[in-house]
Every structure is written in structure tokens, then in C-alpha cells.
């Protein structure tokens, strides 16, 4: 292997340097050591559904189409897949130069397209993800025994750790066996537990450690399996503590009568997160309902996924009356100028006539309505006097490309990136700090090995960067169309101009199997279908 680029989901400074301190991490550590290494600024929105396909592609989220975790059309929406990732990844452009490539557990990479090599997806894909060449997911069964890509329901304390571990680990002998098969060019291995547990157990430093030594070891085995000449490592964003309050984006536009609600059917629903009971222990199943909670479901769509997860007795004795209404209530659409529809595309959509279904803002009107509302935005202060946000701007000041009006109008950036942007109807425009960790915007990259000049500097690294230096580091040219650049410790390849991307899809995942992930996740009921 030529080239081999690890993967690591939520990784900063902040997180590996404690266990560096306490020697936990000899595999990690010696890379670093032994390469050059520095912070690797994440993308607006520095989210995994959107930022790991800028990593694969090296353009913006304007370029390939890929946002938040959700894909909209109109008012409807579904989870996003690679379908909506409309650029060339690297190991595509790497197959058109005749260079084999084995891809595993990266995020929004299925249903895979056709290269030379192998992909098994990760993140986001259905639990049985189509992957490539086709029937690869069954025969990784029969060889490895169970592989799955998210941990199973209802699990919690010790065993919960012991899933973090298994998946971890299944994950490196996956990518071992195949690149034994394909013998690759280039190899692409990504860990998403290293995320999931700050989401999850941010304070517990046992299951951090385990999680980050089993990466290490898998890091390790893979090493002296592969043998590779270089090695690169790359994180998607950062992670840590958000200890502000939560600002509810929807109750201030309602407060600046942008918005309007209602409690009938039609329009965004909002569903506040479950809150643990004092007595309760939080289990995966909860968690996720949580998850599709912030993403806008309702309260009425919700029970039948209550009921299937069989969480529905939990709620009718946890969750307070005003939660359930909360539940209830949601954008009016034809009576709303604008609204945050995902929080976590980090943006307000305008709802704008002609692009909109139920459009209210005329076009001729909206560059007025977008301006007074970006000033509206810029002056909403914490409880404390403080600006809410580090910088609200057009979306054309942060993406650029074909698809920036499926983006939202406004980019909302939080101060800090230490306060919790949410979409719920709760009354009231702030809420309590959340107590949990999620994204910040400064992630890690190091690279080491043959071909790397340790002594160039990293600064200003950007997670564009990671594509068009993996293709120099492979004697490859990187796109035109890619916004990074080669990074300084690798020789520049001269770029090109390859051809558009073909938009059909030349593999597909069965329609029934992602309806059916989509409606474990909470995104759908099963009716609507």
C-alpha cells in the first residue's frame, strides 16, 4: 500500500493530548512523532454527514450537495446517502488513473458507486449496507462473523463499552481482509466510535480510553499488515464541551414575526429531546429517538416509533404535558417568512416563492428580507448581554458551487461554538446549557512516511486539503473543481480537469431496505411511504 489515510471522527488536540500524557496511545503517538502534525479546520457546518464528504471530495458543501443529515426536497425531507454527493470522491478519480482503492466505514459513502476495489459503508447507511463489488456485506459475515455498522438497541454501561471495542475492532479486520484481496493503492480506514462517545459518555474516562486504545491497536494491526509508505491522519471536526444555553432559532424568529406556528397538521414539526428521568437510565434506543427528535419529528409521528421501540410507557411517564405540546407545535409554512429547518445545517432557510412550496417571500423581496433578517440574527443576545453568534452571513460567503440554494439563506455560526443551536418550539428562546459535548470547528491531521517533509508546516490546513493530497501523494493530479489544496509536506501534482460528474447513480441501495432504516431512525412513518 502506497498510501493509507486513517480516519477519526471528532478528533482534536483537546482529546488526544491527555492520552498521549498518560502513554495510552503508542501507535498514534509515534506517528505524530516520527511526522508532522497540526489542527485541520473543519467546514461550515462542521458536521459528519456534510464535512466527511468535503474530505472525500475536497470541495464544498456548495460543490457535492451534501448539508446536514437530512436531504430536502420542498418541505420533505429524507436521510442523506451518497446519491446526494454530487462530486467525484478521490478513490473515483484514483480508479480513472488505473490505482485500486479499499474504502471502509466511511460516512455518507453508500450506496457506493463502481471503482476498482472494495467499499463498505459507514455512518448513516442502512444496518445491511449495500456495499462494493456487490455481495461483499454477506461474505464480511461469513468471514468475520457479525459485522454491523451501529451498535444494537437498548444497550447500556458495560456493554455498551464492549460495543464500542467490537465495532472499533471489526472494523480494522475488514479492512484487513480486503486490502490481503485487492492489495491497494490506496487505503481509506475511518473510526466513528471515536465520536460517538463524546456524545454519548463525554465524561466517562473509561470509555474513552477504551475506545481511543482500541482505535490505536487496530491503528497498529493495520500498519504491519499494510505496510504502508505513508500514512495520513484526519479528523473531520473537533469536539468538546458546549456550556452555553441552548438558543431556540425558531422561538426568536417567532419572537421577530418571521415565523409563524401551528398545531394542525402540515408544516415543520418540532419534537424537544426526551429528558432523562432522575431514575432512569438512558438506553441507545432513547438516544436515538433523541436524535430524531432535534431533527424536527413530531410528537404525532413519533408514538408509532415510541411504540416499535418500545419506549412508549418511558415517555407517557417521563415526558412533561408541555413537552407533548411542544410536540405538537410547528412551522406554519405559508404563514412564515423564515425558519431553521435542521439545526444542524447551522442556518435559517427563507422561505422564498418560487423555490419554496409554500413560498411567501417574493423573490424581488428577499434580498431586502434576507438583510434585515441577518441584522435581526446579529443582534440577539445570551441572558447575559452577549452575541448568540460569532458571525451571521449569506450563504454565498461560505459555500460556493451549483448547489448553494439547496443551502440554507443564512449561515448562523454560534459564539464559541459553545451553545447548543436548536430548532424546538419551546416557548421560550433560550434553555438550559445541554451538559453534553458536541462539534467544534478545529479538527487534527498528521502525516507521516515516505515522501512527507517533515519539516514544512501545516498552517492554515483545511479540510479540503486531505483530497488533493492524497492524489499528489499517489502521483495523481487533483480536480480543478477541488477547493484545497495539496498540503506543503507533500509534492504538489499539477492539477486537472476532469469530467463532470454523472449524477445518475450506477449502483443503488434497495428502496424498501433505506425506507425501513430511515423509519428505525425516527426520520419517517411508515404510512408516508
Known amino acids: 500500500m502506497r498510501t493509507l489515510l486513517v480516519g477519526l471522527d471528532g478528533v482534536c488536540r483537546e482529546v488526544l493530548d491527555p492520552l498521549f500524557d498518560a502513554d495510552r496511545l503508542p501507535t498514534l503517538s509515534s506517528l505524530f512523532d516520527r511526522g508532522v502534525v497540526g489542527p485541520l479546520e473543519s467546514q461550515i457546518p462542521p458536521w459528519t454527514p456534510s464535512a466527511w464528504p468535503s474530505l472525500y471530495t475536497g470541495v464544498n458543501p456548495g460543490k457535492h450537495g451534501a448539508f446536514d443529515f437530512l436531504a430536502f426536497d420542498g418541505y420533505d425531507w429524507g436521510l442523506v446517502n451518497r446519491s446526494h454527493v454530487r462530486e467525484h470522491a478521490l478513490w473515483e478519480l484514483l480508479d480513472r488513473h488505473g490505482r485500486t482503492s479499499v474504502v471502509v466505514n466511511v460516512p455518507v459513502t453508500g450506496p457506493p458507486r463502481s471503482f476498482d476495489g472494495a467499499l463498505v459503508p459507514g455512518y448513516v447507511s442502512p444496518e445491511e449496507p449495500t456495499c462494493h463489488p456487490e455481495g461483499l456485506f454477506d461474505r464480511l459475515r461469513e468471514e468475520l462473523g457479525e459485522y454491523r455498522v451501529y451498535a444494537p438497541e437498548g444497550i447500556d454501561g458495560d456493554e455498551q463499552i ?12 475488514a479492512f484487513r481482509l480486503l486490502a490481503d484481496e485487492h492489495d491497494p493503492e490506496f487505503g481509506f480506514l475511518q473510526f466513528q466510535q471515536t465520536d460517538t462517545v463524546f456524545h454519548e459518555r463525554p465524561e466517562d474516562d473509561e470509555a474513552v480510553r477504551a475506545v481511543f486504545e482500541a482505535v490505536d491497536e487496530q491503528i497498529a494491526e493495520t500498519l504491519d499488515a499494510c505496510d504502508p509508505d505513508r500514512v495520513i491522519v484526519a479528523s473531520d471536526h473537533g469536539i468538546g464541551p458546549y ?287
Open 162 to 173: 464492549e460495543w464500542y471495542e467490537r465495532l472499533t475492532r471489526s472494523r480494522g479486520e
Open 243 to 529: 456550556d452555553g444555553a441552548e438558543f431556540r432559532v425558531n422561538e426568536y424568529l417567532a419572537e421577530q414575526e418571521y415565523l409563524r406556528t401551528t398545531t394542525g397538521e402540515g408544516g415543520m414539526p418540532s419534537w424537544t429531546a426526551i429528558k432523562d428521568s432522575e431514575t432512569a437510565t438512558p438506553s441507545a434506543s432513547e438516544r436515538l429517538v433523541a436524535l430524531a427528535s432535534s431533527l424536527g419529528l413530531s410528537s404525532q409521528r413519533l408514538g408509532s416509533v415510541l411504540e416499535r421501540l418500545g419506549l412508549k410507557e418511558f415517555v407517557l411517564r417521563h415526558v412533561s404535558t408541555d413537552t407533548v405540546r411542544a410536540g405538537t407545535e410547528r412551522v406554519d409554512f405559508p404563514d412564515s417568512a423564515a425558519y431553521m429547518r435542521s439545526r444542524t445545517e447551522l442556518g435559517v432557510r427563507i422561505n422564498k416563492a418560487g423555490r419554496d412550496p409554500d413560498g411567501v417571500v417574493a423573490p424581488a423581496e428577499y434580498p431586502s428580507v434576507r438583510d434585515d433578517l441577518i441584522t435581526a440574527l446579529e443582534a440577539a443576545r445570551t441572558p447575559e448581554g452577549d452575541p448568540v453568534f460569532a458571525d451571521v452571513a449569506p450563504a454565498e460567503e461560505y459555500f460556493e458551487g451549483p448547489y448553494v440554494d439547496e443551502a440554507v439563506d443564512i449561515v448562523t455560526v454560534p459564539a464559541g461554538f459553545d451553545r447548543l443551536l436548536s430548532a424546538s418550539l419551546r416557548g421560550e428562546p433560550f434553555g438550559d446549557p445541554p451538559a453534553e459535548w458536541n462539534h467544534k470547528p478545529t479538527g487534527i491531521v498528521a502525516l507521516a512516511g515516505e515522501g512527507v517533509d517533515t519539516a514544512a508546516g501545516l498552517d492554515g490546513a483545511h479540510l479540503f486539503d486531505v483530497a488533493p493530497t492524497v492524489l499528489s501523494s499517489l502521483g495523481v493530479s487533483p480536480s480543478t473543481r477541488m477547493d484545497g489544496e495539496t498540503l506543503p509536506p507533500v509534492e504538489a501534482e499539477p492539477t486537472d480537469a476532469y469530467p463532470p460528474f454523472d449524477t445518475a447513480p450506477n449502483s443503488t441501495d434497495d428502496e424498501d431496505a433505506v425506507t425501513r432504516r430511515l423509519s428505525q431512525l425516527g426520520y419517517i412513518d411508515d404510512d408516508e411511504y
